[in-house]
């Protein structure tokens, strides 16, 4: 260092001549631009606000959860752990309160963020609470994802536990059906999977439990095919599964000279039945004994949703677009006419509400049980076609409330996982269905029962070989002799068209073409 002839050094000088520039402050538009910035990417923000060490770290943290996240979902099932949160209830619990403070710590670091930006700018007092504004803005914002995500953890949990049973109480007289959920296929050792399915008109106007549908859903689980059996509420003189109290009960049959043992008063008649008087659910088990005789197959589950929650369920889901083929009454019956209260037009492609759903498939009075059979399985296909994952998501909370309170199903929460996964084999494969209309079983009040077992086991044979089932049967009509008439050829060929129009009611038919 030199000295100058002033006595002073030549370091010295510079330094006078030229001064380190002060910092300006910032002003408002850089103290939003990076509070945004760092509520979309925290951490970032801290560095601008010169918290360096701890905006890294935090962005680090970020990185690493984010990368972790990623390769998680590029080589796990995604499907399969999804299902494992969804359905059990403590890890949704842990998954709501994570979200909770994820929340709440997002919330505070875009305060902290914005409080050191104001630090390192020169504001005025309305700027600061501009500024102050805009975070808690971005605060809501960052608020409303962890509180749907929190939200919707706790209302799928209050399902779980409300419909689904705590312990493992699956049938044990069907060990064939239990999962083996540890496996990775739960399914492998088992052949088929029998599901009661029960549409209930439980209400506050009626005593107890009387059954207005009952389908019988029998699946394969190695490829999901299925065939749906609907079983007439009105069917007289029912057989129990042998060995049951019912069977004890009514040896020939459930059946009384007025009229009034039908297959849906079952489930009444058990509730003070000796026999059934042990068991939890007594009208459920005499009704499943009773479906087990007259179809010979063991019933190993059930599902049952009152008719007023399939109303609230379809309102939820926005609607459902159902083929009208004649015109509806609802309301009133054969005897009263005078008492329906409207129609459902004849029409294609009719956007219904849950209210008319519900009528259209249970409208009956001018049309035969058997269209109306097909008429509630046409609804069951289209509510499974139809589900828009979108309206699901955003009408969830109403849809869990409607099914909270209105279904109860036998299937064990240990065993959920798999049975969603036995639903989504069945959802992309083969369904079929046999209702069992007076054509098939001849009388309603003394039904051919060894008829109805056979073509239960033909239709699941057909099912097993994966063959066609939507079968159309031909009459052959007698070839037109010489002196025949073109009137009466002309009748014959259009006896001919309306047996090959009309389907075979004793073979299983591919949903699809039923609606």
């Known amino acids: 260092m030199s000295t100058s002839p002033g006595g002073k050094t030549e370091g010295s000088a510079q330094a006078v001549t030229n001064p380190i520039p002060k910092v300006r402050p910032h002003g408002l538009p850089w103290v939003l631009s990076w509070t945004v910035v760092g509520s979309v990417l925290p951490g970032l923000g801290l560095i601008a606000a010169g918290r360096r060490r701890t905006g890294a770290v935090i962005m680090g943290l970020i990185t690493i959860a984010l990368s972790a996240f990623a390769i998680w979902a590029f080589t796990a099932d995604i499907l399969r752990s999804g299902l494992s949160f969804a359905l059990d209830p403590q890890r949704l619990l842990i998954l709501a309160i994570a979200a909770v403070t994820a929340g709440v710590l997002w919330a505070l670091l875009i305060l902290l963020t914005n409080a050191q930006l104001q630090r390192r700018a020169r504001l005025g007092t309305l700027q600061k609470v501009l500024s102050w504004g805009v975070a808690l803005g971005l605060v809501v914002g960052a608020c409303v994802p962890a509180y749907a995500v929190t939200e919707y953890s706790l209302v799928q949990r209050d399902l779980v536990t409300s419909v689904f049973q705590d312990g493992d109480d699956a049938d044990k007289d069907a060990e064939d059906a239990t999962p083996d959920t540890a496996a990775d296929d739960p399914w492998a050792d088992t052949k088929r999977i029998n599901v009661l399915l029960i549409g209930s008109d439980a209400g506050d106007t009626r005593e107890g439990i009387r059954p207005d549908t009952l389908i019988v859903a029998s699946i394969r689980p190695e490829n999901g095919n299925t065939v749906l059996f609907s079983l007439p509420r009105n069917l007289e003189r029912v057989p129990f599964k042998k ?214 086991r033909e239709a699941i044979q057909k099912s097993v070989q994966d063959t066609p089932t939507a079968v159309s049967t031909t009459t052959a009509s007698p070839t037109p002799s010489a002196t025949e008439t073109p009137k009466r050829k002309k009748q014959a060929q259009e006896q001919e068209q309306e047996a090959e129009d009309e389907p075979d009611s004793s073979t299983a038919e591919d949903v699809s073409e039923l609606c």
């Open 243 to 456: 060995g049951s109290p019912g069977a004890a009960a009514w040896p020939n049959g459930y059946y009384c000279p007025g009229g009034e043992c039908l297959l849906n008063a079952v489930w009444t008649w058990a509730l003070d039945a000796e026999g059934y008087a042990g068991n939890a659910n007594p009208g459920l088990k005499a009704t499943e004994d009773a479906v087990t005789g007259i179809t010979g197959l063991e019933i190993d589950t059930y599902l049952m949703l009152n008719l007023e929650g399939f109303e609230d369920f379809i309102d939820a889901m926005g609607g459902v677009t159902l083929d009208v083929h004649e015109r509806l009454p609802i309301g009133g019956d054969s005897s009263h006419p005078e008492e329906t209260i409207g129609y459902i037009e004849a029409g294609l492609n009719q956007k219904m509400d849950g209210w008319h759903a519900l009528w259209f498939a249970r409208s009956r009075w001018s049309t035969s049980d058997y269209d109306r059979m097909r008429r509630q399985r046409c609804v069951i296909a289209a509510v499974t076609e139809q589900a828009n994952p979108v309206n699901l998501a955003k009408n969830f909370p109403a849809i869990a409330a409607a099914l909270k309170s209105n279904m109860s199903t036998g299937i064990p929460q240990s065993q959920l996982q798999a049975w969603v996964e036995l639903a989504t084999r069945v959802q992309s494969a083969k369904v079929t269905s046999l209702a069992f209309t007076d054509d098939v079983v001849a009388s309603r009040s003394n039904p051919d029962y060894d008829l109805i077992r056979k073509q239960v």
